[in-house]
């Protein structure tokens, strides 16, 4: 069994910096997509962005250029560092780790993040 503990979360200004981070811990594959998505409230949950664990990223449009995802295999973490918060990216943040060679798909609990004056 894999469990995903985020943390991070909380309120910001608009204009403000935020960094996300979670840390996955049982049995992990070494080949693994570790991400974050969020979902606001009415809406669909969505990719914010991912990254393997060769280092190749993927953002959503309308992050890229002030997000940046990072990983650290060794300690099996990844980090989302939010800056240029805007109000629209007030949302619930889910962490994800996927083993496509296994077919797993697992996600942590959600951090808050809340952008507001």
């Known amino acids: 069994q894999v469990q995903l503990v985020e943390s991070g979360g909380g309120l910001v200004q608009p204009g403000g910096s935020l960094r996300l981070s979670c840390t996955a811990s049982?049995?992990?594959?070494?080949?693994?997509?570790m991400g974050w998505y969020r979902q606001a409230p009415g809406k669909e949950r969505e990719l914010v962005a991912a990254?393997?664990?060769?280092?190749?990223?993927t953002y959503a449009d309308s992050v890229k250029g002030r997000f940046t995802i990072s990983r650290d295999n060794g300690k099996n973490t990844v980090n989302l560092q939010m800056n240029s918060l805007k109000a629209e990216d007030t949302a619930i943040y889910y962490c994800?780790?996927?083993?496509?060679?296994?077919?797993?798909?697992?996600w942590g609990q959600g951090t808050q993040v809340t952008v507001s004056s």
């Open positions: 990254i393997t664990n060769f280092g190749l990223t």
């Open positions: 049982g049995s992990i594959s070494t080949i693994n997509d």
């Open positions: 994800n780790l996927v083993m496509r060679a296994y077919g797993y798909n697992y």
